[in-house]
C-alpha cells in the first residue's frame, strides 16, 4: 500500500511539474513579438517603412517636363507628396525613414514576415508617373529611388 501511495504522491508530483506551452508570435520582428511564446500561432503582426526620394537626374526630368508635384500612394492611399520649389529634393545615397525632405508611408499587414506592397506616383494633373510593386520584411524601413530612367521609361510603355 505504501509503495502505491508512494508511486501515486511521485506521478502526481511529475505531472504537476510540467510547464503548459505558451502560444503566441514567435517572430522577433513583429510588433506584437512574445518572447515567452513557445508554439506560434500565426498571430504576428508587422510594420515597415518605405521612403520614397529621387535621384538627381530624375529630379533634373521632372523639373525639365514642368512637373510640380509628387504624390505617392501605398496600397491605394494617399502617404504624401514632394513640390518642386526651383526644382525637387534629391539624394544619391539611401535617405533614413522620416526624412523631412522625401516622403514616407507605413505599412501594417500580419501573419508572415515578409509582404508586397503596391505604389504608384503622380503628378499634380493626376498622371501616373511610374507604378511598381515592392517586397518589405518586418520591422524594416525600404528605401525606394526613382530614376529618370525608370521614369522615361515607364513612361514610353504606359
Known amino acids: 500500500m505504501k509503495k502505491i501511495l508512494l508511486f501515486s504522491l511521485s506521478l502526481i508530483t511529475l505531472v504537476s511539474c510540467e510547464t503548459t506551452p505558451i502560444e503566441g508570435c514567435t517572430d522577433p520582428n513583429a510588433i506584437n513579438y512574445n518572447y515567452n511564446a513557445d ?45 518642386n520649389y526651383g526644382g525637387f529634393f534629391t539624394s544619391e545615397t539611401d535617405p533614413e525613414c522620416y526624412n523631412s525632405y522625401f516622403t514616407t508611408g507605413s505599412v501594417f499587414w500580419s501573419n508572415i514576415s515578409y509582404h508586397t506592397v503596391n505604389w504608384e506616383v503622380e503628378d499634380e494633373l493626376g498622371n501616373i508617373l511610374f507604378n511598381s510593386s515592392s517586397t518589405i520584411a518586418g520591422n524594416e524601413c525600404l528605401a525606394v529611388q526613382l530614376t529618370a530612367k525608370k521614369l522615361k521609361t515607364f513612361q514610353e510603355n504606359h
Request: aromatic share 18%; net charge negative; proline share 0%.
Open 39 to 83: 508554439i506560434n500561432n500565426n498571430s504576428c503582426d508587422f510594420n515597415s517603412d518605405i521612403i520614397f526620394y529621387l535621384d538627381q537626374n530624375a529630379g533634373i526630368y521632372l523639373y525639365n517636363t514642368g512637373v510640380q508635384k509628387l504624390t505617392f500612394y501605398l496600397e491605394g492611399n494617399n502617404i504624401g507628396s514632394q513640390y
